[in-house]
């Protein structure tokens, strides 16, 4: 366990890009680099706004806006949390503005654990989408479609073999590696062929994460 953890700390701190997901450990980089500078004192701490207008002058300076249109008709669904349009025959783009997150690093953050544990439902990111003034993360992700309703009691069964420990509902803890992962309904893990696919996954780091 205890090299698994210093594995995820090494994709988290660490300052080298992960494969694919370089472009997606750039942005993460910069953000852990404003966090370090920005005021942490309880009179002023960071503001996310603030955080998102370094955000997307990083994104203007390194020319990484996503510049393809997004048709509406190729509009799957919507969450609280983001848009999904359908790619091409075998993925999807998501469009995130990171409501879940107190922080864009934190989303981020999340997106690096996700493709950690789940190679199979990577993201890639693709850059940032200013919409109305509202800016989204864009990123890609293989489409998967279930031949069955997720099970959670099975669901739970193999999330606690792996360390996980339910919370509440369908929220879970992992005290050892740190991490909250939460929202873990039939619609965010799908079931194929018997095979589990997380494909909307949030991923909380806790303090005990960087011990």
């Known amino acids: 366990m205890k090299g698994l953890k210093n594995e995820l700390q090494d994709i988290i701190i660490g300052n080298g890009p992960i494969g694919h997901t370089s472009q997606l450990k750039k942005v993460q980089n910069f953000l852990s680099r404003y966090a370090q500078t920005s005021p942490g004192t309880e009179e002023q701490k960071r503001i996310k706004s603030e955080e998102e207008k370094f955000l997307i002058d990083f994104a203007y300076e390194q020319d990484i806006l996503y510049q393809r249109d997004i048709l509406e ?42 493709n950690y544990f789940f190679k199979s439902t990577a993201y890639d990111f693709l850059g940032f989408k200013i919409i109305s003034n509202h800016v989204y993360a864009v990123v890609k992700q293989n489409f998967i479609v279930a031949t069955e309703v997720t099970n959670l009691k099975l669901l739970q069964a193999f999330l606690e073999y792996n360390g996980f420990s339910n919370l509440r509902n369908n929220d879970y803890h992992h005290t050892q590696l740190g991490l909250i992962f939460e929202d873990l309904h039939d619609e965010n893990v799908l079931s194929r062929d018997g095979i589990l696919y997380f494909i909307d996954t949030i991923f909380y780091l806790t303090k005990h994460f960087y011990e």
């Open 73 to 114: 008709d190729t509009y799957i669904s919507a969450g609280a949390e983001q848009r999904v349009y359908r790619y091409d025959d075998h993925s999807v783009i998501k469009l995130n503005d990171s409501v879940f997150y107190e922080y864009w690093l934190d989303y981020f953050n999340s997106l690096l654990i996700h």
